[in-house]
């Protein structure tokens, strides 16, 4: 039994912060009281959630799959970032807050999700993430040797969906993330995006300064927080392809792992020239228990992809044919 009683977000809050009291950022929101003895299984939809309402709240466009709304705010603030072997990191490729709300009952949602920020910011945000209710969850770098350093954290909540977008919206704003922002409407590449999700067995995504994302889906039935959810609420294998100046692209795996697959997924991916940025858990009452992995290679992005795929086939993913 799950005896964690995490904070629900359906009732009026007031907040604190830097000695001065704040407006109730979560008041008049809908929900009830958290604690399920079991699992509760997720939608086959959005059902419920607002979707048009949390991008308004959190002021950036979001993108709907499966039974998941995930936001994602560029740091555009951060346009200079350079990466191992001058590799540029555009905001698109690396450097993003990513948000991922999943219905679990009329006005009900659970939330993962992370920052990406400067030194500077971390702890005011660890502040107000802990001020609002929401569960800190980790603190770590993706990339190891980025000029300046990008650390990230990790959070997630269960309750009113107005109220953790509110919330979340509170969390934002002790970063320079620019808002609003949208998603381009037609944006371009000179990757060839559907070939790329073809050969990783995912769904491709286009965006900003020709990124494309493929993400992979894990097949077993996940819980947070004692919450089934599904596997896109951040909890999935995700590649990131730059282009880069000299013709080559840039190669960003991430891996959700289990403790079985780490060392198979490691050693192949070594062996294939990927440096292994980071290994570390992300979230605190996950079950099973993942541990993520962000890699780094530059070169031709198809046969990395390839290569991919082949190590992705040693775990227990879902692979589109």
């Given at each position: ?7 629900d977000?359906?009732r ?9 009291v ?6 008049n ?14 939608p ?12 308004r709240?959190?002021r ?7 039974s998941?709304?995930h ?11 350079a ?6 990191f555009?905001?698109a490729?690396a450097l993003?807050n990513?948000?991922y709300f999943?219905?679990?009952g009329?006005?009900r949602?659970?939330?993962?999700g992370?920052?990406a920020?400067?030194?500077e910011?971390?702890?005011a945000?660890?502040?107000?993430i ?17 000029d300046p ?9 269960t309750g ?10 509170y ?10 922002q949208?998603a ?6 000179t ?6 999700g ?10 900003e ?6 993400s992979i889906l ?11 959810i ?6 999935s294998?995700?590649?990131h392809?730059?282009?880069l ?5 840039a190669v ?9 697959e780490?060392a ?5 991916m070594?062996?294939?020239?990927f ?24 070169g ?8 991919i ?5 040693q775990?227990n993913?879902?692979l589109?044919?």
């Amino acid at each position: 039994m799950n005896t964690d009683r995490e904070p629900d977000f359906g009732r009026r809050r007031t907040l604190t912060a830097g000695g001065a009291v704040m407006a109730a950022v979560l008041a008049n929101t809908p929900g009830s009281a958290f604690g399920q003895a079991g699992p509760v299984m997720p939608p086959p939809t959005t059902g419920s959630l607002p979707v048009q309402d949390i991008q308004r709240i959190l002021r950036a466009s979001g993108h709907v799959s499966g039974s998941v709304l995930h936001v994602s705010q560029l740091r555009k603030d951060l346009n200079d970032v350079a990466g191992p072997a001058d590799i540029p990191f555009k905001p698109a490729f690396a450097l993003h807050n990513d948000f991922y709300f999943q219905s679990i009952g009329p006005g009900r949602a659970i939330l993962n999700g992370d920052l990406a920020l400067p030194a500077e910011e971390i702890n005011a945000v660890i502040d107000r993430i802990l001020s609002v209710g929401l569960v800190f969850q980790a603190f770590h770098q993706h990339f190891f040797d980025l000029d300046p350093q990008i650390w990230f954290v990790h959070l997630r909540g269960t309750g009113s969906s107005y109220g953790m977008a509110r919330g979340l919206d509170y969390v934002v704003r002790a970063t320079g993330t620019p808002l609003p922002q949208s998603a381009p409407l037609n944006p371009s590449t000179t990757l060839d995006a559907p070939r790329l999700g073809r050969l990783l067995g995912g769904e491709a995504r286009i965006h900003e300064d020709g990124v494309v994302s493929v993400s992979i889906l894990r097949r077993e039935q996940l819980t947070l927080g004692g919450v089934a959810i599904d596997p896109r609420l951040g909890v999935s294998h995700e590649v990131h392809f730059e282009p880069l100046a000299d013709g080559r692209t840039a190669v960003a795996p991430k891996f959700a792992l289990l403790p079985q697959e780490v060392a198979i997924v490691m050693r192949q991916m070594r062996r294939e020239g990927f440096d292994i940025h980071c290994l570390y858990n992300q979230e605190t009452a996950e079950t099973p228990q993942l541990f993520f992995s962000h890699l780094l290679a530059a070169g031709n992005p198809y046969y990395f992809s390839r290569v991919i795929r082949r190590v992705l086939q040693q775990t227990n993913t879902r692979l589109l044919s």
